[in-house]
Nanobody, 127 residues
Framework: QVQLVESGGGSVQAGGSLRLSCAAS???????MAWFRQAPGKEREGVAS????????TYADSVKGRFTISRDSAKNTVYLQINSLKPEDTAMYYC?????????????????????WGQGTQVTVSS
């Protein structure tokens, strides 16, 4: 049984930083892991993915250079370091897992390819 639990969200001023964590259970190193976000009234957007087996990470253009995804396999935890936060980063952030590498090979992330989801952690950025 796969469970994903996010933490680390909060309210910050523009320019600040946050580190989101996703504690995972029931997964192994062969899972593609990703972070999505969804702002009110908008579609869920994939922001970053990681496939540890081949050391591959991908990022949405809107977050490149500011977001960093990483994974501690020993702790089964995936992190999303968010720097230089902007008001438009305000959203609910979700951790997601897929039991294959395929979603992590795409140029953009599709929510439909991820089977498991966490409950989300809110990030609010004020100007």
């Amino acid at each position: 049984q796969v469970q994903l639990v996010e933490s680390g969200g909060g309210s910050v001023q523009a320019g600040g930083s946050l580190r989101l964590s996703c504690a995972a259970s029931g997964i192994n190193i062969n899972y593609c892991m990703a972070w999505f976000r969804q702002a009110p009234g908008k579609e869920r957007e994939g922001v970053a993915s990681i496939y540890t087996v081949i050391g591959r990470t991908t990022y949405a253009d809107s977050v490149k250079g500011r977001f960093t995804i990483s994974r501690d396999s020993a702790k089964n935890t995936v992190y999303l370091q968010i720097n230089s936060l902007k008001p438009e980063d305000t959203a609910m952030y979700y951790c997601a897992a897929a039991p294959s590498s395929l979603p992590c090979t795409r140029s953009s992330l599709s929510p439909a390819e991820f089977r498991y989801w966490g409950q989300g952690t809110q990030v609010t950025v004020s100007s």
